[in-house]
């Protein structure tokens, strides 16, 4: 898991009941776009599903799309089943429609990264980029 070596491999998933999924498909292209490996999970995936799907893919790292208000419970359960697994070394960014408000305690959880609406993909790419190497490299 993480290899530092070769392209950045993510998956983007949707955790949960959301529907909508027009905003996790718009940042997996932009991240396939800039050269990266991703892995669509689609729509209802449940946080097993999520970490399995990470794991079996060697991700680097996983990018979580929620609209649902979910998102105090969903992020926290992939960061816990990570840390089961041994797989901690898997970075956990996500974005949505999340409060600012909840936003600090989802990283003192152990979320790296969180991007609301308005947020650009270039910036998301650039983040992934500079955080998920940095991660990688460091073994941690």
Do not use: C
């Amino acid at each position: 898991m993480g290899v530092a070596a070769g392209r950045i491999r993510v998956v983007v998933a949707k955790p949960g009941l959301d529907g909508h999924d027009r905003g996790a498909k718009v940042i997996a292209r932009a991240l396939r776009d800039a050269g990266m490996e991703v892995i669509y999970t689609g729509l209802h995936q449940t946080p097993e599903q999520i970490v399995d799907t990470a794991i079996q893919e060697d991700a680097d790292a996983i990018g979580l799309s929620i609209l649902s208000g979910a998102h105090n419970t969903l992020f926290p359960a992939v960061i816990a089943l990570l840390r089961e697994h041994s797989a901690d070394d898997i970075l956990v960014f996500g974005g949505g429609i999340i409060p600012e408000a909840d936003i600090p305690a989802l990283k003192e959880q152990g979320v790296a990264e969180i991007f609301t609406p308005g947020a650009t993909t270039q910036s998301i790419v650039e983040w992934v980029r500079g955080n998920v190497r940095q991660s990688a490299v460091s073994g941690g």
